[in-house]
């Protein structure tokens, strides 16, 4: 299971997808032991043919690598994992032709106004750590400027950060996926449109939202998470005025808050045909 520090505001609900894939592949005749990231980095579970895991902290991901490596198969991907940290993830979607925001790999400790200047990112950019995955709401924030850019990078500084990422601020409405390779599950929605949650809601009362090619963001997701080396997904992107699409991150494994009923059975199938194919 995935340690709490990795779990920013979504504890309960990455337990939940957890559990329910478990229990689907218990109903499937597997046998499942369950473990915290520390009883594995202990050891537990370390014998396993078959490891699926939500792990993120760096010591657990250098053991998913290392049983990886001796056969084990590992869902996701230790290596994927690690691909999805902030800068490498910046770097490998870029260079892969993934639609992703202009963007600055730096030091925390680098003097970096000009850079941006230089950029172009003159309407505003946001600042995110780049060594890790997400721990704090604060390793992801937007600046409206160069200055202000600078000031959240010394504060990544002082908190122990040694890398960032900073990225051109995309205009748009923003949209959450949640994906399953090997599978048609694909799911996604407008976070902040509260309209869609409201019971009985007409349609005149729903927002108005962009068109945009529902097919292409499947495939861009989809080529990403095949890039990247992750089978169970999600992340957010931006819809610009143009109807154009911008990844603006990648997670393995999230939560699957708003449709986790239905992905769980879709996991465990995913991961029995990966049994299989491994067997």
């Excluded at 709490?4 to 990455?14: K, L, Q, R």
């Excluded at 597997?30 to 760096?58: H, K, W």
């Amino acid at each position: 299971m995935r340690a709490g520090t990795f779990s920013p505001n979504h504890i309960g609900n990455d337990a939940a997808i957890f559990n329910i894939v478990a229990e689907q592949l218990r109903k499937r005749g597997c046998e499942v032991n369950t473990y915290s990231e520390e009883q594995f980095v202990q050891g537990a579970g370390n014998d396993a043919r078959i490891i699926l895991n939500m792990c993120r902290e760096p010591r657990s991901l250098a053991l998913l690598q290392k049983l990886e490596d001796r056969g084990a198969l590992v869902i996701n991907s230790g290596y994927g994992i690690e691909n999805c940290t902030r800068e490498r993830m910046t770097r490998i979607l870029i260079g892969s032709g993934i639609p992703y925001p202009d963007s600055l790999m730096v030091n925390t400790d680098e003097v970096v106004k000009d850079r941006i200047a230089k950029a172009g990112f003159n309407n505003g950019c946001w600042v995110k750590r780049g060594d890790l995955h997400t721990m704090h709401r604060e390793d992801v924030s937007y600046a409206r400027h160069a200055q202000e850019a600078q000031e959240i990078l010394q504060e990544y500084f002082l908190r122990g950060m040694k890398r960032a990422v900073i990225s051109r601020h995309i205009e748009g409405e923003m949209i959450k996926f949640y994906g399953v390779t090997g599978s048609n599950f694909f799911y996604w929605f407008y976070p902040f449109d509260r309209a869609q949650s409201r019971i009985g809601a007409d349609q005149a009362a729903k927002p108005v939202h962009t068109p945009f090619d529902v097919e292409s963001l499947k495939q861009i997701c989809a080529k990403a998470a095949d890039i990247l080396d992750v089978k169970i997904y999600g992340g957010d992107c931006i819809i610009t005025r143009e109807g154009e699409i911008r990844i603006i991150d990648f997670d393995d494994w999230p939560s699957f808050a708003p449709c986790r009923t239905e992905a769980g059975p879709v996991i465990a199938r995913m991961i029995m045909n990966e049994i299989k194919k491994h067997a």
